[in-house]
């Protein structure tokens, strides 16, 4: 959470990925929702179309070791260096979910990983993630990433729903809107944060390697400057909500009007545990 860079980084990451979750079950749960179930992934066919997955596979354990091997070696503050390394072994949670995704979807019967324990394993890196987040960040920028932290608890508490109620098309709406949420509003956190051209009026924009002495901070110059701080962020937050919801029922209508199925049927244990259910 340095700089313009890796928030831009998380946004690429997280909102296509929650922007496929969000297109993938509303088109199955529209198409025959008595049979809804949500998926850890939705999988298409052929493979090829996977490719976010694979793309993922190999950008997390970059961004992971990056966590560790640049950012660890210019920041000679012990508060930094343990939240990158924090952050890092979050990245590093994360790969290996999908690892086991990957793992669940190939394997068969009876040797396949539960689905119930992956969205468990995911709630619970969401929680891992959202004792990192804003670490070291104080002021007007701690509140901030405070936003940041509410929403991955929506996405941790979604996963703990779903390990147990998987038929909750709900639970996966604010599961996937929760992603996209994510990663549009940490496009907005290194915009404001990090940049003068869209940073508050009245306020600097945060250093990216503070003194060993001092806690990053967002300052502003006078106290009215950060008040008006906080509320503009508040609005860009529910305006940021507003869309992604107004957005996310605008698809709705329009999967609903063609009833195509935009993600194809799971192959392997996916597909044999939903033909199962029926």
Same mark, same amino acid.
């Not at 070696?73 to 999908?98: D, E, K, V």
């Given at each position: 959470?340095?700089?313009?860079?890796?928030?831009?980084?998380?946004?690429?990451?997280?909102?296509?990925?929650?922007?496929?979750?969000?297109?993938?079950? @509303? %088109?199955?749960?529209?198409?025959?929702? @008595?049979?809804?179930?949500?998926? &850890?992934?939705?999988?298409?066919?052929?493979?090829?179309?996977?490719?976010?997955?694979?793309?993922?596979?190999?950008?997390?354990?970059?961004?992971?070791?990056?966590?560790?091997?640049?950012?660890?070696?210019?920041?000679?503050?012990?508060?930094?260096?343990?939240?990158?390394?924090?952050?890092?072994? &979050?990245?590093?949670?994360?790969?290996?979910?999908?690892?086991?995704?990957?793992?669940?979807?190939?394997?068969?019967?009876? $040797?396949?990983?539960?689905?119930?324990?992956?969205?468990? #394993?995911?709630?619970?890196?969401?929680?891992?993630?959202?004792?990192?987040?804003?670490?070291?960040?104080? *002021?007007?920028?701690?509140? $901030?990433?405070?936003?940041?932290?509410?929403?991955?608890?929506?996405?941790?508490? @979604?996963?703990?729903?779903?390990?147990?109620?998987?038929?909750?098309?709900?639970?996966?709406?604010?599961?996937?809107?929760?992603?996209?949420?994510? *990663? &549009?509003?940490?496009?907005?956190?290194?915009?404001?944060?990090?940049?003068?051209?869209? *940073?508050?009026?009245?306020?600097?924009?945060?250093?990216?390697?503070?003194?060993?002495?001092?806690?990053?901070?967002?300052?502003?110059?006078?106290?009215?400057?950060? #008040?008006?701080?906080?509320?503009?962020? &508040?609005?860009?937050?529910? *305006?940021?909500?507003?869309?992604?919801?107004?957005?996310?029922?605008?698809?709705?209508?329009? #999967?609903?009007? %063609?009833?195509?199925?935009?993600?194809?049927?799971?192959?392997?244990?996916?597909?044999?545990?939903?033909?199962?259910?029926?």
């Amino acid at each position: 959470m340095a700089s313009l860079a890796t928030h831009f980084s998380a946004f690429v990451l997280l909102s296509p990925v929650g922007l496929r979750r969000l297109l993938c079950s @509303s %088109s199955l749960y529209l198409k025959n929702p @008595s049979l809804f179930r949500a998926k &850890t992934w939705y999988f298409s066919d052929p493979k090829w179309k996977n490719i976010d997955l694979y793309a993922l596979l190999i950008a997390l354990p970059i961004a992971s070791f990056s966590e560790i091997f640049i950012f660890l070696a210019f920041s000679g503050h012990p508060t930094y260096r343990f939240a990158f390394f924090q952050q890092s072994a &979050t990245i590093f949670f994360f790969w290996l979910l999908l690892l086991l995704i990957i793992l669940r979807e190939n394997l068969d019967y009876p $040797m396949h990983i539960d689905q119930a324990f992956i969205f468990v #394993l995911a709630a619970v890196t969401f929680f891992v993630e959202y004792s990192v987040i804003g670490k070291g960040i104080s *002021g007007l920028g701690g509140t $901030m990433y405070d936003m940041l932290g509410v929403l991955t608890l929506a996405c941790a508490f @979604s996963c703990l729903y779903l390990s147990f109620r998987p038929r909750s098309f709900f639970a996966e709406f604010f599961l996937s809107s929760g992603l996209v949420f994510k *990663g &549009t509003w940490m496009l907005q956190l290194g915009l404001s944060l990090y940049t003068d051209t869209f *940073g508050l009026k009245g306020c600097k924009k945060m250093a990216v390697w503070p003194k060993e002495s001092e806690n990053a901070e967002f300052k502003c110059d006078l106290e009215e400057d950060g #008040l008006r701080g906080v509320a503009v962020m &508040t609005l860009l937050f529910i *305006g940021h909500a507003i869309g992604i919801m107004m957005s996310s029922f605008v698809m709705f209508g329009w #999967l609903g009007r %063609s009833l195509n199925c935009w993600c194809g049927e799971a192959s392997g244990p996916l597909l044999q545990e939903l033909e199962s259910e029926q």
